[in-house]
C-alpha cells in the first residue's frame, strides 16, 4: 500500500493550495483518510480528518479556511487550503487507515511529507 500525495510549495499570506493524495496497492478497505502537518520544533498535529462516509473533522486553527474531501472511487483525499498564514507554514503529511488484502485489522500508512511555505 502506498499513498502518492501531490502539491504544496511556496504561497503568499492569504493564498491558497490544493493537496491530493491517492492511495495505491492491495487495498480491501479504507477507513479514514487525514492530512497532518509538522511544523519546525513542534509535533505532528492532524489537520483534518475525513471518514469513509465524509465526516469530517479540523483542527481550530484552520476551520473555515480549510476544506477536506475525498473521492472514495478513486481512493483519492483531496485538501482544499485557502486564506493561508505563515503559521501554517509545515511539512504535510497524508494519512490512511486502510485494511489490505490478506489482513485482519486497519493499519496507518503515511505518504511522502510536502513543504508548504507561507510567506510574502
Known amino acids: 500500500v502506498q499513498l502518492q500525495a501531490s502539491g504544496g510549495g511556496l504561497v503568499q499570506p492569504g493564498g491558497c493550495l490544493r493537496f491530493?493524495?491517492?492511495?495505491?496497492?492491495?487495498?480491501?478497505?479504507?477507513?479514514?483518510m487525514g492530512w497532518y502537518r509538522q511544523a519546525p520544533g513542534k509535533q505532528r498535529e492532524l489537520v483534518a480528518a475525513?471518514?469513509?462516509?465524509?465526516?469530517?473533522n479540523y483542527a481550530d486553527s484552520v476551520k473555515g479556511r480549510f476544506t477536506i474531501s475525498r473521492d472514495n472511487a478513486k481512493k483519492t483525499v483531496y485538501l482544499q487550503m485557502n486564506s493561508l498564514k505563515p503559521e501554517d507554514t509545515a511539512v504535510y503529511y497524508c494519512?490512511?487507515?486502510?485494511?489490505?488484502?490478506?489482513?485482519?485489522?486497519?493499519?496507518?500508512?503515511w505518504g511522502q511529507g510536502t513543504q508548504v511555505t507561507v510567506s510574502s
Open positions: 494519512n490512511a487507515g486502510v485494511l489490505a488484502y490478506g489482513s485482519t485489522w486497519f493499519n496507518d500508512y
Open positions: 491530493s493524495c491517492a492511495a495505491s496497492g492491495s487495498i480491501f478497505s479504507i477507513n479514514a
Open positions: 475525513i471518514t469513509s462516509g465524509g465526516s469530517t
